[in-house]
């Protein structure tokens, strides 16, 4: 990960502490985003975690998250629906640099 990562990590963990804070930001985003979509696979594992309890129709907050991650309790608010965009097209970025590569365009 580059030094540009650090923004899009921000954004992603701002988006997680969201949710956590308050569960209606997950359905602002559900649509939008799935957990390949977030750069770090922490952040990925975090998302997926908590789509299944929301799915099934579990409030989820910090006590979800394993003990070195509960930091992210306590961030200051933000708008889900901004940060999920901004996730997206980091990974509709990382995605078209991929499609890219010399590698694969043989």
Known sequence: MGERDYG??????????????DN???RAVCHLLQPGHFL????????AAIAAAIERGRPV??????????SLAGLPPI??????????????????????SPALAM
């Not at 899009?8 to 804070?21: C, K, M, P, Q, S």
């Not at 770090?40 to 998302?47: A, D, I, K, N, V």
């Not at 907050?61 to 509960?70: H, I, Q």
């Not at 629906?81 to 991929?98: E, F, N, P």
Request: glycine fraction near 8%; aromatic fraction near 8%; hydrophobic fraction near 45%.
């Open 8 to 21: 899009i990590l921000d954004a992603e963990r701002e988006l997680i502490a969201a949710i956590l804070a």
């Open 24 to 26: 209606r930001g997950y």
């Open 40 to 47: 770090s696979p922490g952040h990925q594992r975090q998302f």
């Open 61 to 70: 907050d910090a006590g979800l998250l394993a003990p070195e991650d509960r």
């Open 79 to 100: 708008d889900p629906l901004d940060h999920a965009l901004m996730i997206y097209g980091s990974y509709l970025g990382r995605a078209a640099v991929d499609a890219m």
